[in-house]
């Protein structure tokens, strides 16, 4: 009995540990979920976008894909104060189809409206 609660106590541990968390330190953020197992799809602008908060979150580490409605990677979306604002999907190939140019013009929209 006492190696079972060992056990369950060090999944539980491992499990807290390496849990993915989704912080954003700006009121817009981008945040591009995507798989492990499609990096070479990895959205590699993602870090130069201007003006924005940046994250790129594993959905096969935890339950994003169900918390968010990720139904197919990459996929980007803007949060404004916590709220999706807009999303950009892959295609079937599992590329994005949105470049830099566009999501950082998305990005620039909604910073003009908050004025």
């Given at each position: 009995m006492k190696k079972i609660l060992l056990i369950c106590l060090l999944w539980i541990t491992y499990n807290i540990s390496n849990a993915q968390t989704f912080t954003c330190d700006e009121d817009i953020c981008?945040?591009?979920f995507n798989?492990?197992?499609n990096s070479a799809n990895?959205?590699?602008?993602?870090?130069?976008?201007?003006?924005?908060?940046?994250?790129?979150?594993?959905?096969?580490q935890g339950t994003w894909q169900k918390d968010f409605s990720?139904?197919?990677t990459?996929?980007?979306?803007?949060?404004?104060?916590?709220?999706?604002s807009k999303?950009?999907?892959?295609?079937?190939?599992m590329t994005m189809e949105a470049t830099q140019e566009e999501v950082q013009g998305k990005i620039d929209e909604?910073?003009?409206e908050e004025f």
């Open positions: 981008v945040v591009e798989a492990s197992w990895d959205v590699s602008w993602l870090h130069k976008l201007s003006d924005v908060g940046t994250k790129r979150i594993l959905i096969d990720i139904v197919v990459p996929t980007i979306i803007i949060f404004v104060n916590g709220k999706e999303r950009y999907q892959a295609n079937i190939m909604i910073i003009m």
